[in-house]
């Protein structure tokens, strides 16, 4: 692989393409479609000329679809702006770079490609497209739904493999598969907006055909360069943009590879060229900054993060940077130097780096190789690689009031399972992020120290006995919330209190319908708490209960959690109980005379204290008090020394079980 500048050429790109005509526009037309375009574009017919190669690295309009395996050279990559008209027969994919449109009134599929921020002359180009006589009218087909099943280069011990610009016809494939020719691995570009090749091969069908004949791949995707390169599009000298538009390009490429069949485990390369002659300081980080946001974005989705490099560039510099924990480094690393070595080592760089059968070499760049009858333009590489292992399965979690148990299907023998949460329901992306759970060799663990009232995504991987990590599996558990109120703060004893609830999911409000609820009480002077009802939510997410407590009660409803819900606790609701106290008094006696105050309390509580208390001004003074008798009962004596109407309670004050409770008032007649 090696970025060409781009060159116009001044007449004939190749045979049968036409010279170029004098500056303005021309109008091309494919069958009932017409477009026009900047003069200068070239055009080649493939249906004249088969073998022809559709590529991107210079301006041209390039009628029909091969038919033959396209002539490129391998080492093309770049853009400049062109395109492509052909049958329609394939839904429409627009991708950086690359711009499609399908015409259904004239069956055509259109393909303008562009280079950086060419975008909008793009699509100027294709809409100046117009049907110009109707034929039958395709429809636009749909695009297949793939199972992504294919894990790329999963296993290549010392093997070897070629690339080349454009994927191999299947004839091609056929007539180049092991041992006819010693590759056993093809390196396909399946992405970026570098692309210089046309793919027309490049489908679903084409990998699961090869895959299932014993080729196995190394997946491209040719983005944006290095800032000091010699290149138009180039990654930001802003270390954390470079970051970003890494991601943004891992993520366009995990698209791009599941739509071809590729499953997680696979590896994707970026492909960032040898930019030795323009080296500096903020380059080298700007590099190493987009490749740590390829990486992790890769590894977040369960793809293995691979970089294409130049020994003296690239390679250089995260070779320098490999225990830099400010740059997350690839997990594998496409090497080139063109030394006709056939093996994964190399002087340039310590053998301890990427030694878990982590390299491929690129030995030898682009040359014409012949197996089969069959010459093609490739780059050799050797490779030694294996993939990741299998993600964990039987995953799962139920849900308690503040802890989760999680289980999962054994992890093979000499592996070990790694799982981290977070809270909400985002999972960790990578198994240094989030919340420790677990790490070790068992299938079931429990997390403890949840959050009420919150959700929590767990995520876990296998970490194989080579320190290989396979993709992340995730189980969530929904937050719920349950609300508690009551019909009276307070009540007499022997009462009774209903207490209220509605129960619901957090990130949506939604209320849990038919669900187990439990009211929970604990005395006041207590932490012990206890169940004291269940009941089932209706459907409005409500339900209550009615309770006679004897002593001064703390509330709570619980939702005890289910494999998709965690369980959670409401607020607290005190229920003061008053006890009962009684006052008996004579309604009217002489001056002088004595007389009786006498009652009884319930529940009793012997050996307390009432007070006697008689009203005086706006004031409630106490005149006497007295200890409960072994029954509850008390005892006073009055005798008042004024005539007139004297007015009397009694008071028992609070303890840890009960509330303060004052008798009704009597009044008694003094003549």
């Not at 390369?269 to 992790?296: I, M, R």
């Not at 070595?341 to 780096?353: G, K």
């Not at 949506?508 to 009211?519: D, E, I, K, M, W």
Request: contains cysteine; proline residues 6%.
């Amino acid at each position: 692989m090696r970025l060409w500048k781009i060159v116009v050429p001044c007449a004939v790109l190749a045979s049968g393409v036409l010279p170029a005509q004098a500056a303005g526009d021309k109008t091309v037309e494919y069958r009932g479609y017409q477009v026009t375009v900047p003069a200068d574009w070239q055009v080649v017919d493939l249906a004249k000329n088969p073998t022809a190669c559709v590529r991107f690295d210079r301006p041209a309009v390039y009628l029909g679809k091969s038919t033959a395996q396209p002539d490129c050279p391998a080492s093309l990559t770049g853009r400049s702006q062109g395109l492509v008209l052909e049958p329609l027969t394939r839904a429409a994919r627009s991708t950086p770079g690359e711009v499609q449109e399908a015409v259904a009134d004239a069956g055509v599929l259109a393909t303008a490609y562009y280079s950086a921020g060419g975008e909008h002359g793009a699509r100027e180009v294709l809409g100046s497209g117009r049907v110009t006589g109707k034929v039958s009218r395709v429809a636009q087909p749909r695009a297949a739904a793939v199972a992504p099943s294919v894990v790329a280069t999963g296993n290549l011990q010392g093997g070897f493999a070629f690339d080349a610009c454009t994927a191999p016809s299947q004839a091609a494939m056929d007539a180049w598969l092991y041992p006819s020719s010693g590759y056993k691995a093809v390196g396909i570009y399946i992405s970026g907006e570098r692309r210089a090749c046309a793919q027309p091969n490049l489908t679903s069908d084409w990998v699961g055909t090869n895959a299932a004949k014993g080729w196995q791949f190394l997946l491209i995707d040719v983005g944006l360069q290095a800032p000091c390169a010699p290149y138009a599009s180039k990654m930001s000298t802003d270390p954390a943009t470079a970051r970003a538009q890494g991601r943004a390009a891992a993520a366009n490429a995990v698209t791009s590879a599941q739509a071809l069949g590729f499953a997680q485990r696979s590896a994707i390369y970026s492909d960032v060229e040898n930019y030795a002659d323009g080296w500096t300081a903020a380059c080298k980080a700007s590099v190493l900054s987009y490749l740590s946001g390829w990486t992790t974005e890769l590894n977040s989705r369960g793809y293995v993060s691979g970089a294409y490099v130049s020994i003296s560039s690239g390679m250089k510099d995260l070779s320098a940077e490999y225990n830099n924990t400010a740059y997350s480094r690839p997990d594998n690393v496409w090497f080139a130097h063109w030394n006709n070595v056939t093996n994964t080592t190399s002087d340039r760089f310590p053998a301890a780096q990427w030694s878990n059968r982590q390299r491929v070499h690129q030995y030898s760049g682009a040359h014409d190789e012949t197996h089969g009858t069959v010459k093609l333009n490739i780059d050799s590489n050797a490779v030694n690689l294996t993939a990741p292992p299998a993600a964990l399965t039987g995953f799962d979690a139920t849900g308690a009031y503040s802890t989760a148990a999680l289980k999962w299907n054994a992890a093979p023998a000499g592996s070990q399972v790694i799982v981290r949460r977070n809270t909400g329901t985002t999972p960790p992306p990578l198994p240094n992020v989030g919340t420790a759970v677990y790490t070790g060799t068992a299938s079931s663990t429990t997390a403890t120290g949840l959050a009420n009232a919150t959700s929590y995504a767990f995520r876990a991987w296998v970490k194989d006995s080579s320190g290989k990590i396979g993709p992340g599996v995730d189980t969530v558990l929904v937050g719920t919330g349950a609300t508690v109120a009551a019909s009276a703060p307070a009540i007499s004893y022997g009462g009774s209190v209903t207490l209220y609830t509605r129960a619901t999911r957090k990130e949506t409000g939604a209320s849990l319908t038919g669900v187990p609820l439990s009211l929970y009480a604990r005395a006041k002077n207590s932490s012990t708490w206890r169940e004291v009802a269940k009941v089932t939510s209706d459907g409005t997410g409500q339900a209550s209960s009615v309770q006679k407590p004897t002593v001064s009660t703390v509330y709570a409803w619980g939702y005890n959690g289910s494999p998709d819900l965690l369980g959670s606790r409401s607020g607290n609701a005190t229920i003061e109980v008053k006890p009962t106290i009684t006052i008996n008094l004579a309604t009217a006696i002489k001056l002088g005379a004595s007389t009786p105050v006498y009652g009884f309390l319930r529940p009793q509580h012997p050996g307390t204290t009432v007070y006697l208390q008689r009203l005086t001004g706006p004031s409630w003074p106490t005149v006497a008090t007295a200890k409960l008798n072994a029954t509850g009962n008390y005892g006073f004596s009055i005798k008042p020394t004024l005539r007139g109407t004297s007015y009397y309670r009694v008071v028992w004050l609070a303890d840890a079980d009960h509330a303060t409770v004052v008798s009704v008032t009597k009044g008694v007649a003094v003549s």
